[in-house]
T-cell receptor, first 112, second 114 residues
């Protein structure tokens, strides 16, 4: 079945850029998402990209999509301690159904 | 305030004792879903509902039931809980097809089955 994979941990220094990577297997994916989960809370949508786009930028966030390699990345510029959280990559075929596949989550540690 | 609420937030129970976790959304969303979150496994979908009286299995439906009698509510029922259902459960809702399928998550219910 469909799968989404991402590394489990990433540690960066405050002020550096963070890059979180994700690979997925479903070639019919329509939307790809990055969700953020802060301690003790539910997930919150950070950003998303439609599958016919290569890049999306939103303030400090840059999403890159390589559809050929089924690779998605999230870059956070000028990473702050408040960015410490778990980041989930997810994909949806968006065909009117509600099947969204999530990765295991990458825990980002930001050192002051 | 637009939100998804879940109750209870924490629950400790014993094997075999039926329980229900409630989920309610006030955004008039068509789609609702239940996930469980386990370390190293991310979120796995249990059941989802595309509208009232329309439900379908996700990836890990065994041991769970759901119902969708009203648009706003989507309870998760464990008829005979077992220790392997100890997990963190999230309910989510989404406006429906035609938009980006963004899901809005509840705060989570931490369930321990002894």
């Amino acid at each position: 079945g469909e799968d989404v994979e991402q590394s489990l941990f990433l540690s960066v220094r405050e002020g550096d850029s963070s890059v979180i990577n994700c690979t997925y297997t479903d070639s019919s994916s329509t939307y790809l998402y990055w969700y953020k989960q802060e301690p003790g809370a539910g997930l919150q949508l950070l950003t998303y990209i439609f599958s016919n786009m290569d890049m999306k930028q939103d303030q400090r966030l840059t999403v890159l999509l390589n559809k050929k390699d089924k690779h998605l990345s999230l870059r956070i510029a000028d990473t702050q301690t408040g960015d410490s959280a778990i980041y989930f990559c997810a994909e949806s075929s968006g065909t009117g159904g509600f099947k969204t596949i999530f990765g295991a989550g990458t825990r980002l540690f930001v050192k002051a | 305030e637009a939100q998804v609420t879940q109750n209870p937030r924490y629950l400790i129970t014993v094997t075999g004792k039926k329980l229900t976790v409630t989920c309610s959304q006030n955004m008039n969303h068509e789609y609702m879903s239940w996930y469980r979150q386990d370390p190293g496994l991310g979120l796995r979908q249990i059941y989802y509902s595309m509208n009232v009286e329309v439900t379908d299995k996700g990836d890990v439906p065994e041991g769970y039931k759901v119902s969708r009698k009203e648009k706003r509510n989507f309870p998760l029922i464990l008829e005979s809980p077992s220790p392997n259902q100890t997990s963190l459960y999230f309910c989510a809702s989404s406006p429906g097809a035609g938009v980006n399928n963004e899901q809005f998550f509840g705060p989570g219910t931490r369930l321990t089955v002894l």
